[in-house]
């Protein structure tokens, strides 16, 4: 990640008109999930001419940080259409027509979830052979069908692999309420897989609606220090994951050493000078004792001292002093 910010830093200054290559793409979506859109920027209006999915799925995700939900929808939709025979289509408008849902006001995130849950289906139609787009369908089966469909495709992903069989069932457990099998899977699926992230991240997700906050903590906290590097919507689950760690210790008061060990994965992880990497080092200054506030101060202070950004700069001053 380290290799990635400095490369992000130089290529600020150094693209031309050739299409965005694939490293490029991985460093601006990097650069999105901290809050900084100049590198998106940039390569999208230097591509306009030869918009290939990658190049979509960076225009939505930007517009989407951005806020500009018009926007977003606007590209997504023409992006649906021009590639609607590829299964990763359709798994990446599944998290942008959630993610534009939660933007929305409550009168039209309902229209939302239902495109999020329509695309899920259709990223499983689309790749049938593959375990993660399956459980994508299965899970949408089961909140938009009959539960008797989404336990078809779950034992057919079962039969074929064992993680995502796991995840699939737990979902299946969830939908159909037996929260003693859930119980069960999500303890097995941990036995066998302790350091996957998306198993991790699914059974935090279980004990969360059951309403075992200290659970769900406790595996959300493994899923951040498991991170992957996957398609948008897999960093987005990831950085989701961390910041729900820190929401329990600051929100619900649990476990502060948990909330500092979240706070310290993202502020190693991340180094762009952005207010969401400021707000980290300053909730970590605020939650931590001494010995556990030095990655902030460190980070704080390079930002105070390199900066021209002079808001950004206050804003550090101001998190270094709480």
């Not at 099998?181 to 997700?205: M, S, T, W, Y």
Request: hydrophobic share 45%; charged share 20%; aromatic share 10%.
């Amino acid at each position: 990640m380290k290799f990635l910010t400095v490369l992000c830093a130089l290529c600020f200054g150094l693209l031309t008109l050739a299409p965005a290559c694939s490293d490029e793409l991985e460093m601006a979506s990097q650069a999105l999930l901290q809050g900084d859109t100049r590198l998106a920027k940039k390569l999208i209006e230097h591509s306009k001419k030869a918009m290939t999915p990658e190049l979509f799925e960076l225009n939505v995700a930007y517009q989407i940080v951005l806020k500009d939900i018009d926007a977003a929808i606007e590209i997504l939709t023409v992006y649906e259409t021009q590639y609607a025979s590829l299964a990763r289509t359709h798994a990446f408008a599944a998290e942008a027509w959630r993610s534009i849902g939660h933007q929305v006001n409550i009168f039209r995130k309902r229209g939302y979830y239902n495109k999020a849950l329509q695309a899920k289906l259709q990223a499983g139609v689309a790749a049938n052979t593959s375990p993660k787009f399956m459980v994508m369908r299965a899970s949408a089966l089961g909140q938009t069908e009959e539960i008797s469909h989404q336990q078809k495709v779950t034992q057919e992903i079962a039969s074929i692999d064992q993680k995502w069989g796991y995840i699939a069932q737990i979902n299946l457990a969830q939908n159909s309420e037996n929260f003693t099998r859930g119980k069960e899977l999500a303890l097995q699926a941990i036995a066998n897989h302790p350091n996957d992230f998306f198993v991790n991240e699914r059974v935090a997700q279980y004990y969360w609606t059951l309403g075992d906050d200290i659970q769900a903590q406790r595996y959300f906290l493994r899923a951040c220090k498991n991170r992957i590097f996957g398609q948008w919507y897999d960093n987005v689950k990831w950085l989701n994951a961390c910041q729900l760690v820190v929401h329990f210790t600051e929100e619900k008061g649990l476990a502060p050493e948990a909330g500092i060990s979240a706070l310290k994965v993202l502020l190693a992880e991340f180094s762009l000078f952005t207010y969401e990497n400021v707000d980290y080092a300053r909730q970590l200054i605020r939650i931590a004792d001494d010995k556990n506030t030095k990655i902030a101060a460190d980070y704080l202070n390079r930002v105070i001292q390199s900066s021209s950004d002079s808001e950004l700069v206050s804003a550090a001053v101001l998190a270094l002093d709480s």
